[in-house]
Nanobody, 113 residues
Framework: VQLQASGGGLVQAGGSLRLSCVVS????????LDWHRQALGKQRELVASITTSGSTQYVDSVKGRFTISRDNAKNTVYLQMDSLRPEDTAVYYC????????WGQGTLVTVSS
């Protein structure tokens, strides 16, 4: 399973970005897809997750601002990020679990104040 993340960039505080992660296999077969992030000098943290049934979970710091979704027809998982804050600055990684753990290459999100 290969994951290709994109959509990062530089945005001002209060702005929005949408991250995309294209998966090399049908995501209908992947039970668990999520986005993690790692800020400079900090541990990687789980930001949002989505199951095959569409159930979602979010870390408290992004609830109400970020939305994870999946498009099974496009084998893609998205992370819509609104009301961005400087503390959201990090490298964002998509991740899948299917008989193992698979990671995308990461995409940098920088939020300026």
């Amino acid at each position: 399973v290969q994951l290709q993340a994109s959509g990062g960039g530089l945005v001002q505080a209060g702005g929005s970005l949408r991250l995309s992660c294209v998966v090399s296999k049908s995501i209908v077969e992947i039970n668990y897809l999520d986005w993690h992030r790692q800020a400079l000098g900090k541990q990687r943290e789980l930001v949002a997750s989505i199951t095959t049934s569409g159930s979602t979970q979010y870390v408290d710091s992004v609830k109400g601002r970020f939305t994870i979704s999946r498009d099974n027809a496009k084998n893609t998982v998205y992370l819509q990020m609104d009301s961005l804050r400087p503390e959201d600055t990090a490298v964002y990684y998509c991740h899948a679990i299917r008989y193992g753990h698979y990671w995308g290459q990461g995409t940098l999100v920088t939020v300026s104040s």
